[in-house]
């Protein structure tokens, strides 16, 4: 017997789960795509043991167990800590951004998600959206790359010497 909740609960999960194809291409951010499943991912089992507990015949041996809290790690599935799995991405990302905030573009860091986005690019260039961030941005800015013109929007150094780079 299967609820109406557990089917929609399972179509939200395998939704979730083509997201993350989006987020490994660049299209979605991983953090929240990585949340929202576990947290879907969560409540399918939650559903799970309440249905396993209106059928008696149901033996516990019968369903995969899983016990979230008994083994938790900070690593995705290749065993790469998410601050690594962060500072990879932002190294990927960091040859368009620099030439985005060249061109004249800025970086906003979004305050729920703590990633600064390029804006400011015409519509139809690639770099505009590319991410990298906030701890980057902050680095960035140390490190007098880029300065802040607004509250948690930067832009590129005029001052800085190109050979320094």
């Known amino acids: ?10 179509k939200a999960y395998r939704i979730a789960k083509s997201l993350f194809g989006d987020a490994n ?5 991983p953090g929240p795509v990585f949340r929202w499943c576990h947290k879907i991912r969560m409540a399918v089992w939650a559903e799970i043991d309440l249905v396993r507990r209106l059928i008696p015949h149901i033996r516990p041996a019968n369903l995969k167990q899983e016990n979230p809290m008994a083994y938790r790690t900070e690593v995705n599935d290749a065993g790469e800590s998410p601050s690594a799995s962060s500072r990879r991405q932002d190294d990927k990302a960091m040859r ?3 030439s985005a905030l060249q061109d004249g573009a800025h970086l ?3 305050p729920k998600v703590r990633r600064a986005a390029i804006e400011g690019l015409p519509e139809k260039d690639a770099r505009n959206g590319r991410t990298i961030s906030a701890h980057r941005c902050k680095k ?5 790359i880029i300065r802040e013109v607004a509250m948690d929007r930067y832009a590129f150094n005029p001052d800085l010497e190109l050979e320094a780079l």
């Open 1 to 10: 017997m299967i609820t109406t909740r557990l089917n929609r609960l399972l």
């Open 25 to 29: 291409r660049g299209r979605a951010l």
């Open 96 to 98: 368009d951004i620099i």
């Open 108 to 110: 906003r860091i979004h």
């Open 140 to 144: 960035l800015a140390k490190e007098g």
